[in-house]
């Protein structure tokens, strides 16, 4: 069987995916993930969750091609519905705004909290997901910025079990909920040019606001503390 090719993010998420894990992917589409994990770890046992009967389909014959059928259990249904009674040591939820993924979380909460592991990568609104954390008790402990096809992803791996604190107690945590405290650290080349992008693309909102009949002030305010944020650490400068 020809080894399955998979993106650059995909691969960054399955570095986080521990050797002989029993993890969840959900919204697995076409199960690329637990496919590409388990046939390089014989020890590793996942569920592939899909809401969507096209995508589930998709799975399904991914997984039976590769010979995987008693590594993978391809699931129909929402979020983490799919979960029975044996729960995963580790969530992924990838490839989904952060609204939908938070919301995915926080539905079956219960499950949710008895999972040591979740690595989610939000297309847009990772600083929801962050907050999420803080509020539910999960330490992040790894972050990485990738660049693929001109999007940035943002992947982010948060548990339960405490190692170190990331958040710098001297830097408003505010600040670092909305650049990710370790990438903030780090400034990867990614990092600085996603910013750089989202500062020309702020400064239109806010110039557009401006001329706009009636102006919400509130929401101005709110953007233009983002800018000052953003131009702070493009320039380097304090991170108070
Ligand atoms: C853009 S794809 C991402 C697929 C894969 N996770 C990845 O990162 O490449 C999103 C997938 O999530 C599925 N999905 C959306 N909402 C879902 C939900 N509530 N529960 C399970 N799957 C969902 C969609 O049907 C779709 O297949």
Avoid at 18 to 31: C, E, P, Q, T, V
Avoid at 62 to 74: C, E, F, G, H
Avoid at 156 to 166: F, S, Y
């Amino acid at each position: 069987m020809e080894n399955l090719h998979i993106s650059l993010r995909l691969k960054e998420i399955a570095k986080y995916i521990s050797k002989g894990s029993y993890f969840a992917d959900i919204g697995s589409d076409h199960a690329y993930l637990p496919t590409y994990v388990c046939s390089k770890d014989a020890t590793a046992k996942a569920i592939a969750g899909e809401v969507n009967q096209g995508p589930f389909n998709n799975a399904q014959d991914i997984v039976k091609t590769y010979n995987l059928t008693k590594q993978i259990d391809v699931r129909l249904g929402d979020g983490l519905n799919v979960l029975q009674t044996d729960l995963p040591d580790t969530i992924v939820i990838a490839g989904m705004g952060g609204k939908l993924i938070e919301r995915i979380l926080t539905d079956n909460l219960t499950q949710t909290l008895q999972v040591n592991k979740l690595i989610l990568q939000p297309n847009i609104d990772a600083d929801r997901l962050r907050k999420w954390f803080v509020e539910h008790d999960y330490h992040l402990t790894h972050e990485e910025i990738i660049e693929e096809n001109d999007h940035f992803y943002e992947i982010l791996v948060a548990e339960k079990v405490m190692h170190e604190n990331v958040y710098d107690s001297s830097i408003d945590q505010a600040k670092q909920i909305y650049f990710g405290p370790l990438l903030l650290k780090k400034r990867s080349a990614a990092f600085l040019k996603k910013w750089e992008l989202e500062k020309i693309n702020l400064k239109r909102i806010i110039n557009d606001m401006k001329q706009a009949k009636q102006i919400n002030e509130l929401k101005l305010n709110q953007f233009k503390t983002k800018l000052n944020w953003i131009e702070e650490v493009l320039n380097n400068e304090s991170n108070n």
